[in-house]
């Protein structure tokens, strides 16, 4: 196992696989596949990550699923951790298209979860992952069994004029061949940032400094703030999953998560998503920050609870359930 990056204060669960796998358009992909040793086994989380997010920021929640009965495979996506990068000189966040990010998950699905993990097969997906989720939907319904999505990146917590000229100027900078410039420092203003109280990701001290210490650590898993391009491709995909026909054609029995603390995300884009898609509910977890798997024990046990009471269900009531 020489592909993970581990230290003292973040062990890893027994892998079952680990490395590379190349996605059709040539970029290599890392992955990792747990799994779990119960009896009988529940089925495989495939988790889908955030942007910026890496395997090893994953090991306590990938220990918890094993812990429960579940298989679990994770990857990182092209352009951060150690999968392939787009740019050499540059460190900014990129991607051309979130139809990229889609090919990166069929990839990992198709060569590590269906060989090496157990049905049946559950999306969990955070921030960004939840917006790749719901984009793959249509395609993962004979395959998916359920979705969870925790504070998925569906819009901006700006104004409607903000978001406007952030869609006009990123498109503009794509356009002009300028997609690969940062328009955002933020990640790397939280590097070597101590913990404060009010900071928009979690509430937890100790996560917080184990997550911001792995890129100092490994700077190789290092990512800098999203590039125009990036940003411009969010919208799109955020525009396609909105659209009424995918909409009709996202089926797949799903649970949303909002963290009552967001301030990364736009909760009211998620609540207006929700209330268009006939397979979703949605929950709160009041108190919450936007990282709601990297915040403080009470809040990773409300989401674990209604993880546990939906995920096991055979049917879509369990969904009417758990609405708040």
């Given at each position: 196992?020489?592909?993970?990056?581990?230290?003292?204060?973040?062990?890893?669960?027994?892998?079952?696989?680990?490395?590379?796998?190349?996605?059709?358009?040539?970029?290599?992909?890392?992955?990792?596949?747990?799994?779990?040793?119960?009896?009988?086994?529940?089925?495989?989380?495939?988790?889908?990550?955030?942007?910026?997010?890496?395997?090893?920021?994953?090991?306590?929640?990938?220990?918890?699923?094993?812990?429960?009965?579940?298989?679990?495979?994770?990857?990182?996506?092209?352009?951060?951790?150690?999968?392939?990068?787009?740019?050499?000189?540059?460190?900014?966040?990129?991607?051309?298209?979130?139809?990229?990010?889609?090919?990166?998950?069929?990839?990992?699905?198709?060569?590590?979860?269906?060989?090496?993990?157990?049905p049946p097969?559950?999306?969990?997906?955070?921030?960004?992952?939840?917006?790749?989720?719901?984009?793959?939907?249509?395609?993962?319904?004979?395959?998916?069994?359920?979705?969870?999505?925790l504070?998925?990146?569906?819009?901006?917590?700006?104004?409607?004029?903000?978001?406007?000229?952030?869609?006009?100027?990123?498109?503009?900078?794509?356009?002009l061949?300028?997609?690969?410039?940062?328009?955002?420092?933020?990640?790397?203003?939280?590097?070597?940032?101590?913990?404060?109280?009010?900071n928009?990701?979690?509430?937890?001290?100790?996560?917080?400094?184990?997550?911001?210490?792995l890129?100092?650590?490994?700077?190789e898993?290092?990512?800098?703030?999203?590039?125009?391009?990036?940003?411009?491709?969010?919208?799109?995909?955020?525009?396609?999953?909105?659209?009424?026909?995918?909409?009709?054609?996202?089926?797949?029995?799903?649970?949303?998560?909002?963290?009552?603390?967001?301030?990364?995300?736009?909760?009211?884009?998620?609540?207006?998503?929700?209330?268009?898609?006939?397979?979703?509910?949605?929950?709160?977890?009041?108190g919450?920050?936007?990282?709601?798997?990297?915040?403080?024990?009470?809040?990773?046990?409300?989401?674990?609870?209604?993880?546990?009471?939906?995920?096991?269900?055979?049917?879509?009531?369990?969904?009417?359930?758990?609405?708040?």
């Amino acid at each position: 196992m020489t592909e993970l990056r581990l230290f003292e204060h973040n062990p890893n669960p027994p892998v079952y696989s680990d490395g590379f796998v190349e996605t059709p358009d040539g970029f290599s992909i890392r992955y990792a596949a747990f799994r779990t040793d119960r009896n009988p086994v529940k089925g495989s989380v495939f988790l889908l990550q955030g942007r910026n997010e890496t395997i090893e920021k994953y090991f306590e929640t990938i220990g918890d699923f094993i812990s429960a009965g579940f298989d679990v495979a994770t990857f990182d996506w092209r352009g951060q951790g150690r999968s392939s990068r787009f740019f050499e000189t540059s460190d900014a966040g990129y991607v051309d298209s979130f139809e990229q990010y889609a090919v990166d998950a069929e990839t990992v699905f198709r060569h590590v979860v269906l060989p090496d993990c157990r049905p049946p097969y559950f999306i969990l997906a955070h921030s960004t992952g939840g917006l790749v989720a719901l984009l793959l939907a249509p395609r993962m319904v004979n395959r998916i069994h359920r979705m969870v999505l925790l504070a998925p990146f569906l819009g901006m917590p700006v104004s409607e004029r903000q978001e406007w000229l952030m869609r006009t100027a990123t498109k503009s900078m794509s356009f002009l061949g300028l997609g690969n410039l940062g328009v955002s420092n933020r990640a790397n203003r939280r590097v070597n940032k101590p913990f404060q109280v009010n900071n928009p990701v979690t509430s937890d001290a100790h996560r917080y400094a184990r997550n911001i210490s792995l890129p100092i650590r490994f700077p190789e898993l290092k990512l800098g703030g999203p590039s125009a391009a990036w940003v411009s491709a969010v919208f799109d995909a955020i525009d396609k999953v909105n659209d009424p026909a995918h909409l009709a054609k996202t089926i797949i029995p799903t649970l949303v998560f909002m963290a009552g603390e967001e301030r990364v995300v736009s909760n009211e884009a998620i609540r207006q998503l929700v209330a268009n898609l006939r397979s979703a509910s949605l929950l709160t977890i009041d108190g919450a920050s936007h990282e709601i798997l990297q915040e403080a024990d009470p809040f990773r046990e409300q989401f674990f609870a209604a993880f546990n009471t939906f995920v096991p269900g055979s049917g879509p009531e369990h969904i009417d359930k758990l609405s708040d």
